[in-house]
């Protein structure tokens, strides 16, 4: 599960931006910018990798 953890993901279209504060802390995307998921994600932001407008980096 660890290696699942180092994906990283990135808005598919760069001229978006994501961004949400949770009880359990903030998560943001803009422009090009790669990150790691929090590790546990808000139901929102998998929605959003789920409809594919952030998606995983190859």
């Given at each position: 599960?660890?290696?699942?953890?180092?994906?990283?993901?990135?808005?598919?279209?760069?001229?978006?931006?994501?961004?949400?504060?949770?009880?359990?802390?903030?998560?943001?995307?803009?422009?090009?910018?790669?990150?790691e998921?929090?590790?546990?994600?808000?139901?929102?932001?998998?929605?959003?990798?789920?409809?594919?407008?952030?998606?995983?980096?190859?």
């Amino acid at each position: 599960m660890a290696a699942a953890n180092k994906k990283k993901y990135k808005l598919k279209d760069s001229a978006t931006q994501f961004a949400e504060v949770t009880s359990e802390g903030s998560f943001s995307l803009a422009g090009e910018q790669e990150k790691e998921l929090p590790k546990n994600p808000s139901r929102e932001l998998l929605k959003r990798i789920e409809a594919g407008f952030i998606i995983e980096v190859k």
